[in-house]
């Protein structure tokens, strides 16, 4: 009986190019092609445009920005920068150098803003 497990793989194209699907079987395993993968914490998508990262980190850093707005009138500045630098300055720099750049980085910086 073969033993076979399925792996995932992204094949990266710009966005006018017309997609041609992948079938891939190598040593009794299906590689099946997806759209989009969370590798090393990061959500790449095939076009390398950064959108599903941002979403996914969006909530994240509007949550730390809810917990800080309900912080600023208890706690005092020091306590403060820990908490921020906990909750969200941790969150907008794992990866900025990748996706710092993409289009729909300007979400997340409004909300470092705020």
């Known amino acids: 009986m073969l033993n076979i497990t399925k792996t995932n793989v992204i094949k990266f194209t710009p966005k006018t190019t017309a997609h041609i699907p992948l ?3 190598y040593r009794n395993n299906v590689i099946d092609e997806v759209k989009s993968n969370k590798f090393l ?3 790449i998508d095939n076009h390398m445009n950064w ?3 941002v979403d996914q980190i969006h909530p994240k850093l509007s949550a730390a920005c809810f917990s800080i707005r ?3 009138h208890t706690l005092n500045q020091d306590i403060l920068h ?6 969200s300055h941790s969150v907008l ?7 710092g750049n993409s289009a729909n980085a300007h979400l997340v910086f409004k ?3 705020e």
């Open 41 to 43: 914490g990061m959500h």
């Open 111 to 113: 909300l470092q803003k």
């Open 23 to 25: 079938d891939i079987c």
């Open 70 to 72: 309900n912080l600023v």
């Open 82 to 87: 820990m908490v921020y630098f906990a909750n």
């Open 51 to 53: 959108k599903n990262h």
């Open 93 to 99: 720099q794992y990866g900025i150098i990748f996706w």
